[in-house]
């Protein structure tokens, strides 16, 4: 059995094609997870839909079988992209024909009824297995597809226990009840699932599974192993992914964008080509739409501060908002990366207000500035809980640019490092994302345009930048509808508890110089300016700093954290510094970069990430030791760097 890794990926969002007005059924109405529920019966027995805010054209659902509300993040995730959720109780039934009929009754009632769509996912977990597989059996031209979450695919090994698995003596009772079936006709009976998977395969109805590796009671041996073996050589489509180590419990994942990406997909609802949804951005166009203002802002590095898709997109969104005023935040600045940018938000982004719409990126500068994979996390996790801190409801979409780089991976059939990192925490946090890298390599590759003529660098032509903006707006055009967004209600994004490094930089800001406590050596001022014929950036001249020029020069500075950094512009002169944190021994700290010699480059330099909550006393001095290509020892610290 081919074996998938269960990921830390999480919710791809379905691209809303138009909403409708959505649910009305009789019986009970209550909440669920903030959403309304409907209680009724069909037939006499129990039945439930929860409905989405707004429905998705077509009014897709997934069919949920047996343990209702247990692990629901698919489901929910799927009715915040407009899905119902429906739950027919079959309890005690375990798949009999009985439990076959009653689906057929709550199918007719609301697709006949009620214009569902006529092809449900289904969704079955440990025993609900039996149920949703029976049913598409019966039915396989009126399934999308199936998940099924560690299924019972045998009821000979669940609950009959005549595996490797210990079983359920009562469970087993009562199964052989209500099918009708003797201890011997059981042990023979060749109507479970595993047994009769033709009619699916013949349909082409797509399957996946969860299991865990080290499940007892379902053993995967005896149910999704010998299911995925027949499935495949009848010539069905299946995946598993395998939760290595992992028991019976808990069902799902902790953040299941594989199980929704595969229901999306096969639902007809997928998102734009190498663009992960997710979240979405319906709340920034709800905004637009609705209160006729909108504040977007574009944080990262050179192509982002370049006059290309910035521009563009502006002229994008005016165009199709004419009746908002934008105020549009200009916050892209060369050579930074996700780190600077972490602690900068703050102040460059939410300087002037709450921003509904915060586009990013910093995979390229990641990148040539040599941040590694613990950098990168914390960063650019930072980014996005300070942002959802700042404003709940701000929608973010991330890009990753191409350079030759990345592409190189793609080239390879791999994925780039940096874009992997990035991605896995856009995916854990629901932020939709757009891999440019990747679309721009599968386009040269495919030779719709050249590299080399067309898009020409790292930094895009006209074209190039063309190119990302059409993708952008693929993402207006999946996610925006006016009829829709007048109707919207704005909502806080999902913010999961637990973060994936509790010491990311979510608390990051920037921390005046001036409070530095100087000993000697060290000059003060208002508005620095480089003066020896080097580059420079431009938004790192004229600016508050502190200047020392000669070794010995010496400073003490007291914050409150668990990070300090200093963001300082190392140019052609830059010296070595020597640093303690709470009098620990002296630690050496090199300025210059691979770009000091030609340039007066804005870097961020962490001096300690990992420390106790709490007071500390950084330390800092100027060495009598330099990098044997800088002309001095000369240090320019412009802010602090605390989180």
């Not at 929860?50 to 047996?66: L, Q, T, Y």
């Not at 109805?205 to 499935?231: M, Q």
């Not at 007809?268 to 637009?288: H, K, L, Q, V």
């Amino acid at each position: 059995m081919k074996l998938f890794l269960c990921s830390l990926s999480f919710i791809l969002m379905v691209p809303f094609a138009a909403w409708s007005d959505t649910c009305s059924f009789p019986g009970k109405t209550g909440e669920w997870f903030g959403f309304v529920q409907h209680d009724f019966k069909v037939d006499g027995h129990k039945a439930r839909v929860v409905c989405p805010d707004e429905s998705a054209d077509g009014k897709p659902w997934i069919w949920r079988a047996r343990f209702w509300g247990h692990e629901p993040q698919t489901d929910l995730a799927l009715l915040r992209r407009g899905f119902h959720v429906a739950y027919m109780e079959v309890g005690n039934l375990f798949g009999n024909s009985e439990a076959v009929e009653r689906w057929d009754a709550f199918y007719a009632e609301v697709t006949l009824k009620h214009g569902f769509s006529t092809k449900p996912a289904l969704e079955g977990m440990s025993r609900g297995g039996l149920i949703i597989f029976n049913w598409a059996i019966a039915n396989p031209e009126k399934v999308a597809c199936i998940y099924g979450d560690a299924p019972v695919m045998d009821f000979k090994s669940w609950p009959g226990g005549k595996g490797i698995g210990k079983g359920s003596p009562g469970d087993w009772k009562t199964c052989k009840k209500v099918y009708g079936l003797s201890e011997e006709e059981a042990m023979g009976y060749a109507g479970n699932p595993v047994d009769r998977m033709a009619p699916l395969a013949k349909a082409k109805v797509p399957l996946l599974h969860v299991i865990g590796t080290k499940d007892e009671p379902v053993p995967h041996t005896e149910n999704t192993a010998l299911a995925e073996k027949r499935y495949k050589a009848l010539g069905g489509e299946i995946q598993v992914i395998a939760k290595e180590g992992g028991g019976h419990h808990p069902h799902s994942l902790v953040n299941p964008t594989p199980i929704v990406e595969f229901v999306l997909q096969h639902t007809g609802f997928a998102s734009p080509e190498n663009t992960a949804m997710r979240g979405g951005i319906r709340n920034s166009g709800a905004i637009f739409t609705q209160t006729k203002k909108g504040r977007v802002a574009f944080l990262g590095g050179s192509i982002t501060e370049m006059n290309g898709w910035r521009a563009l997109t502006y002229k994008a969104l005016e165009e199709r908002f004419p009746d908002t005023k934008f105020d549009f935040v200009h916050a892209g600045l060369a050579s930074t990366d996700s780190t600077m940018a972490s602690f900068r938000l703050e102040q460059d982004v939410f300087g002037q207000g709450p921003v509904d719409l915060l586009f990013m990126d910093h995979s390229v500068n990641d990148n040539h500035n040599m941040r590694d994979q613990q950098q990168r996390i914390r960063a650019v996790e930072g980014i996005i809980r300070h942002a959802r801190a700042l404003n709940p409801n701000i929608d973010i979409i991330v890009q990753y640019f191409a350079e030759p780089a990345n592409m190189a991976f793609y080239a390879k059939g791999e994925e780039s490092p940096i874009i992997v990192d990035h991605d896995r925490v856009t995916q854990y946090y629901d932020v939709t994302a757009i891999n440019l890298a990747k679309q721009v390599h599968e386009d040269v590759a495919s030779e719709k345009y050249s590299w080399d003529k067309d898009f020409k660098d790292l930094h895009p032509s006209a074209f190039g930048h063309e190119v990302y903006v059409k993708k952008i707006g693929e993402v207006f055009d999946a996610s925006w509808r006016k009829e829709a967004l007048a109707k919207v209600e704005v909502k806080p994004h999902w913010m999961p508890e637990a973060p994936l490094d509790a010491l990311n930089y979510e608390r990051g800001r920037y921390v005046d110089v001036q409070t530095a406590e100087v000993v000697t050596g060290w000059q003060y001022y208002d508005s620095w300016k480089a003066s020896d014929g080097a580059g420079t950036r431009r938004q790192f001249q004229h600016v508050p700093t502190l200047e020392a020029l000669k070794p010995g020069a010496a400073f003490a500075f007291d914050f409150e954290g668990t990070a300090v950094g200093l963001r300082v512009v190392a140019g052609p002169d830059v010296g070595m510094l020597e640093y303690s944190i709470d009098g620990e021994a002296y630690e050496p700290l090199d300025q210059f970069t691979p770009w000091s010699e030609r340039l007066h480059i804005p870097w961020a330099y962490m001096l300690a990430t990992d420390l106790k909550p709490g007071g500390h006393r950084l330390e800092l001095r100027i060495s009598d030791k330099k990098n044997e290509k800088s002309t001095g020892h000369a240090a320019r610290i412009q802010e602090f760097l605390v989180n």
